[in-house]
């Protein structure tokens, strides 16, 4: 049972276009969602992440936003430039579990 | 600031050999985790801890073990190697719980098993 789920393999978007990645999720628990980006032969590293009372949270030129009535959460990345091009896993944790879910990934590849 | 440092980078086995993947964090995180990674099937919860003598196993832990006797080190043991244990391992470990912090990745660790 996928409890968080990453519809889309890939994705490629022009440089200087928008990256919109997407995660649905079907634990009404889950109250923390983190995003990770993860380049070849090398670990995931953090990315952003919300919290359950928000809808949305940016850091420079990434925003995540927050459906809850949805399940679904969205990355977007405004630009996009090259160096973006890599995996992006989104991940959950509910309260008192003490470990987060990851989804299966997107490939993102930004073309120059 | 070595942050999470795993053991060997690569590994190969044979069917029924035993090894233990090594993991290190220098960032007094009480919580560790080692994940698996499979293509196309994203990261997969193998054990957990959450301090020093406190392991859980998580979404995929058959065929594996775990000790963690200092708040430094979580080693994950393979008993008898299978070629299904082919993956990626990553360790990782968080200074707060789920629902507050991130979690910080170790390199990974790339196991085959013939």
């Known amino acids: 049972d996928q409890q968080v789920k990453q519809n889309s393999p890939s994705l490629s978007v022009q440089e200087g276009r928008i990256s919109i990645l997407n995660c649905d999720y079907t634990?009404?628990?889950?109250?923390?969602f983190l995003w990770y980006k993860k380049y070849p032969a090398e670990g995931p590293t953090f990315l952003i992440s919300?919290?359950?009372?928000?809808d949305k949270n940016e850091d420079g030129r990434f925003t995540v936003f927050l459906n809850k009535s949805a399940k679904h959460l969205s990355l977007h990345i405004v630009p996009s430039q090259p160096g973006d091009s890599a995996v992006y896993f989104c991940?959950?944790?509910?309260?008192?579990?003490?470990?987060?879910?990851f989804g299966t990934g997107t490939r993102l590849k930004v073309l120059a | 600031n070595a942050g999470v440092t795993q053991t060997p980078k690569f590994r190969i086995l044979k069917i029924g050999q035993s090894m233990t993947l090594q993991c290190t964090q220098d960032?007094?995180?009480?919580?560790m985790y080692w994940y698996r990674q499979d293509p196309g099937m994203g990261l997969k919860l193998i054990y957990y801890?959450?301090?020093?003598?406190?392991?859980d196993k998580g979404e995929v832990p058959n065929g594996y073990n775990v000790s963690r006797s200092t708040t430094e080190d979580f080693p994950l043991r393979l008993e008898l190697a299978a070629p299904s244990q082919t993956s990626v391992y990553f360790c990782?470990?968080?200074?707060?719980?789920?629902?507050?912090?991130?979690?910080?990745f170790g390199e990974g660790s790339r196991l085959t098993v013939l």
């Open positions: 990782a470990s968080s200074r707060q719980s789920p629902n507050t912090g991130e979690l910080f």
């Open positions: 634990n009404s628990m889950f109250d923390y």
């Open positions: 919300i919290s359950s009372i928000k």
């Open positions: 991940a959950a944790s509910a309260p008192g579990t003490y470990k987060y879910i």
């Open positions: 960032m007094n995180h009480n919580y």
């Open positions: 801890s959450v301090g020093a003598g406190i392991t």
